[in-house]
């Protein structure tokens, strides 16, 4: 029995016109069975594998990864398996679509006598051709992203040469002829445009004498011999034009939409390391940001991100124990959730830190006459309520303090907000809990509610709201002791303030050393944001607004 070839076409998919194919599964010689995908196609909506419905033998591949398909584009030519005929559907030629004459089902036959030619009379002309960017729409100055080729490669007719990506799309450019490659004018990173030059190709014209072919070859090449010139039969007897997955053994791109591609460039992430989680290996928002947290756990922070920009190396292993007695001890939860979030911090934020005096004698003196109608509010009033409202209205006479750099590290977020956290000391390890608009309470109203978040904050009891929003932090040490210290920047904040512990100071005045109650201030600062005039004169006009806090009412 003879056997029979069966076109094989792109079935009714709705809607869609002209979807992208991101991935052929099959190749010549490939035994299929029915209902086997073959292409996966993907739109701005979904990613669809579309089935064989028939089986048997891949005998051409028409499509590549990157055509654009609609309804009856012809996917491949099949070899029916035995009794195939008989069960294919009627899916494989689309209602409405007539096939090409030249492309119709036919049984092999043996070609007729051909006049004998010996195999070796090829008639070859080499040539050197300028190989440059097509014509690709509106786009002007597009990225390289992928140079797939390079000098002393042999490329075939469509093999892809560049792949280039905008904001919208990523495209592969192939090669209009065959050739090998002499000399590469681009490079990944470079912008180009219609009529750039990408390369110089060695090109060698073929004219071939009739050559009696294999019967099986023969039939292979019928169906493509109307699309192409003669001097390509050849090429295309010797293999198919379309490679499947792989190219002259690179490694094809990861599966990724553009979008996904420009999340993880802005991140500073390699696509190509990461690994995909969905169909087929396809690569998802969350797989870039979960690879962005595992390299931050390894302290391998990327260089967009301000980091080392290398693998740091491991801490040496050590067994104390031969050196005394030991115990071990197990982190506590919050241990292990901020200490990555402050390495990452300081690692990759450059620190400054601004120190100074504060003269809090007169505050202190006015903060004592309000212990008795704070003791009738109900409240505390410690002195970290009045600090509070220094800050905040410090933070409007210098909004970059109240700021965040923005995702790409191009722009400045100002904040118009004064939510501002406050470190709290517990049994498990610090937490941050934000007190908000605290340019619009009272102090007894900071007083009150900064006790409540404390006192759930040691109890356990915070709320995921408690902990966010905050947009300048203040770390007080004043009821422990010590002078000064580096606090680090709780990012995406800018800046942080440090309080120590308050002291007695003989400070020069009117012609004499008079005693007054000093406060020390630590200001850490992101020097990417703020440099170190802003940040003196921060904190000195912080210092004066609490020397004499009738300021905040200026």
């Given amino acids: 029995m003879a056997a029979v070839h069966k076109e094989v076409f792109v079935p009714d998919i709705g809607d869609y016109k002209d979807i992208e194919v991101i991935e052929v599964l099959v190749k010549p010689g490939d035994v299929i069975q029915p209902e086997d995908s073959l292409i996966t196609l993907e739109s701005d909506k979904a990613a669809m594998e579309l089935p064989s ?96 080729v390079k000098p002393g490669d042999t490329v075939k007719a469509e093999d892809s040469l560049i792949t280039l990506e905008s904001d919208k799309a990523a495209m592969e450019l192939p090669a209009p002829v065959g050739g090998v490659v002499k000399v590469l004018h ?67 791109l990861p599966h990724a939409s553009p979008a996904i591609r420009k999340f993880a460039r802005e991140l500073g992430v390699n696509i ?9 290996g396809r690569i998802s928002k969350e797989d870039v940001q979960q690879f962005v947290k595992h390299s931050l756990q390894k302290a391998e922070l990327p260089p967009a991100t301000g980091g080392v920009g290398f693998a740091l190396p491991p801490a040496p292993e050590i067994d104390f124990s031969k050196f005394g007695p030991v115990e071990s001890l197990a982190l506590t939860r919050i241990q292990k959730l ?34 008795a109608e704070a003791e009738k509010r109900g409240v505390k009033l410690s002195f970290l309520p009045f600090v509070l409202k220094a800050v905040a209205t410090t933070l409007k006479a210098f909004p970059s303090f109240n700021a965040s750099l923005g995702a790409g590290g191009e722009t400045l977020i100002l904040k118009k907000y004064f939510h501002l956290g406050v470190a709290v000391e517990t049994p498990d390890g610090l937490v941050v809990p934000v007190l908000r608009d605290v340019d619009q309470k009272s102090v007894f109203d900071l007083a009150a509610e900064l006790a409540e978040l404390s006192s759930r904050a040691r109890g356990k009891k915070l709320r995921g709201a408690d902990l966010e929003g905050g947009s300048f932090t203040i770390s007080s040490l004043g009821g422990i002791g010590g002078t ?53 004169r921060f904190i000195v006009h912080l210092s004066s607004t609490l020397a004499d806090l009738r300021r905040v009412l200026l």
């Avoid at 009696?212 to 090429?235: D, M, R």
């Avoid at 620190?351 to 005096?357: E, K, S, V």
């Fill in 186 to 252: 681009v490079k990944p990173g470079d912008r180009v445009s219609k009529g750039t030059p990408i390369l110089l190709l060695e090109v060698s014209g073929r004219v071939a004498s009739p050559v009696q072919q294999p019967v099986e070859t023969a039939a292979t090449v019928a169906p493509l011999a109307a699309a192409q010139p003669q001097s390509s039969l050849i090429a295309t007897a010797a293999g198919p034009t379309h490679q499947v997955a792989e190219t002259r053994g690179r490694t094809p």
């Fill in 338 to 371: 901020s200490g990555p979030n402050l390495h990452r911090n300081w690692v990759s934020i450059p620190h400054i830190t601004q120190f100074d005096d504060a003269d809090i004698t007169d505050l202190e003196a006015f903060r004592l006459s309000l212990k």
């Fill in 484 to 536: 000064a210290f580096t606090p680090i920047i709780n990012a995406p904040e800018v800046a942080i303030l440090g309080l120590s512990r308050s002291q007695l100071k003989p400070v020069y005045q009117e012609g004499q050393f008079v005693p007054r109650l000093m406060l020390p201030l630590s200001l850490s600062y992101d020097h990417r944001v703020i440099d170190g005039a802003q940040a003196a």
């Fill in 272 to 280: 190509a390391r990461v690994t995909g989680s969905g169909p087929k």
């Fill in 53 to 148: 419905p028939v089986g048997g033998t891949v005998r051409s591949v028409n499509i590549k990864p990157g055509d654009r398909v609609s309804k009856g584009t012809l996917i491949l030519v099949a070899e029916l398996a035995e009794g195939g005929a008989a069960s294919a559907p009627a899916v494989t030629e689309p209602q409405g679509v007539a096939p090409p004459p030249s492309r119709a089902a036919i049984p092999v036959e043996p070609s007729p006598p051909k006049a004998a030619a010996p195999q070796s009379s090829i008639a070859q002309a080499v040539a050197e051709q300028e190989i440059c960017v097509p014509d690709i729409g509106d786009y002007q100055d597009i990225e390289i992203i992928e140079v797939l």
